[in-house]
């Protein structure tokens, strides 16, 4: 399985922008994906996470209201818009895939240990 993330770049606070993830490879039709971020200095966290048999996003707390995240199936792409971007949204921004649902928590959903595939990560960075 191959995990490749796009979108990342230089933004103004208070703009948005969306990135993608595109994974291939041996996916089977219900199937997770996750984003997570890493900003300089700090631990990884789980930002938003599909689960595609039941067509549910789940989100971390702290990006409620300002992030959407959406599954195109089809593609195998799971796409992370960020609104309102603010200077501590700054990090590197990664995405994962677990090609198949193993029935976990929300919590556990965005947890990096479920996912065995991961891609490079794209850096955003938010200048004030």
């Known amino acids: 399985v191959q995990v490749v993330e796009s979108g990342g770049g230089s933004v103004q606070a208070g703009g948005s922008l969306v990135l993608s993830c595109a994974a291939s490879?041996?996916?089977?039709?219900?199937?997770?994906m996750g984003w997570f971020r890493q900003a300089p200095g700090k631990e990884r966290e789980g930002v938003a996470a599909?689960?595609?048999?039941?067509?549910?996003?789940y989100y971390t707390d702290s990006v409620t209201g300002r992030v959407t995240a959406s599954q195109d199936k089809a593609k195998n792409t799971l796409y992370l818009q960020i609104n309102n971007l603010d200077p501590e949204d700054t990090a590197i921004y990664y995405c994962?895939?677990?090609?198949?649902?193993?029935?976990?928590?929300?919590?556990?959903?965005?947890?990096?240990?479920?996912?065995?595939?991961w891609g490079q990560g794209t850096q955003v960075t938010v200048s004030s």
């Open positions: 994962a895939a677990e090609p198949r649902c193993p029935p976990v928590t929300p919590i556990q959903a965005l947890r990096g240990p479920l996912y065995r595939y």
């Open positions: 490879g041996d996916i089977a039709a219900c199937y997770r």
């Open positions: 599909s689960h595609t048999g039941m067509d549910r996003i």
